[in-house]
């Protein structure tokens, strides 16, 4: 049991265009979703929290134009990169935090998706 | 705010050898507090979590990580280390209310030796 699927796992875009990518929590359900995201041989950055019904929080220095971030239901977010640019590459994982249960406290993430702008 | 310090960038072990990774950890409660593992370009795999009670915690994989209130301290060990142990293993904390997203320590590769 949790997992969470995302997708796509990787995409190659060309500078200014816009990429969707999907979190899906498979057989449980998240009131909350964490967007992080990852460069080269580096950690986890948080970039967002993502809550059903409700706007995202995003972190410092995270522009919340250019990372659109919709959680339209309890096993579904989306984190939308805006007018990509070669910058915005990087390995973008989720996680998602169980609304109950004996998972309530734990995160289980996502397999990451790797976006390359050309 | 709470943070996490993996003090060992790199560690390189010889296969069947024990392996011990180092996380220290800031915060002025006791946190969650996790060890993930991460295979290049994989997501993240949860290897053991300690939410309170006993200090000592068993994982997957044959890991365990032992709870060190006074040392600020969750250090995770093997007795005998496997080839496909090679990855980078993350230390995160999260609040004691659960409810927000993880902090990471910077990592650790581990490189196992044949």
């Not at chain 1, 948080?46 to 919709?70: H, P, R």
């Not at chain 2, 296969?15 to 180092?22: T, V, W, Y």
């Amino acid at each position: 049991g949790a997992v969470v699927s995302q997708h796509p796992s990787w995409v190659i875009c060309k500078s200014g265009t816009s990429v969707k990518i999907e979190c899906r929590s498979l057989d449980f359900q998240a009131t909350t979703m964490f967007w992080y995201r990852q460069f080269p041989k580096q950690s986890l950055m948080l970039m967002a929290t993502s809550n059903e019904g409700s706007k995202a929080t995003y972190e410092q220095g995270v522009e919340k134009d250019k990372f659109l971030i919709n959680h339209a239901s309890l096993t579904l977010s989306t984190l939308t990169v805006t007018s990509a640019h070669p910058e915005d590459s990087s390995f973008y994982i989720c996680s998602a935090r169980s609304s109950g249960g004996a998972g309530v406290k734990t995160q289980y993430f996502g397999p990451g998706t790797r976006l390359l702008v050309l | 705010a709470q943070s996490v310090t993996q003090p060992d960038i790199h560690i390189t072990v010889s296969e069947g050898a024990s392996l011990e990774l180092r996380c220290n950890y800031s915060y002025g409660a006791t946190p969650y507090l996790f060890w993930y593992v991460q295979s290049p370009g994989q997501g993240l795999q949860l290897l053991l979590k300690y939410f309170s009670g006993d200090t000592l915690v068993q994982g997957i994989k044959g890991f365990e990580a032992e709870f060190k209130r006074s040392q600020s301290s969750f250090n995770l060990r093997k007795p005998s280390v496997h080839w496909s142990d090679a990855a980078e293993y993350f230390c995160a904390v999260a609040p004691d209310t659960g409810r927000r997203a993880l902090t990471f320590g910077s990592g650790t590769r581990l490189q196992v030796q044949p």
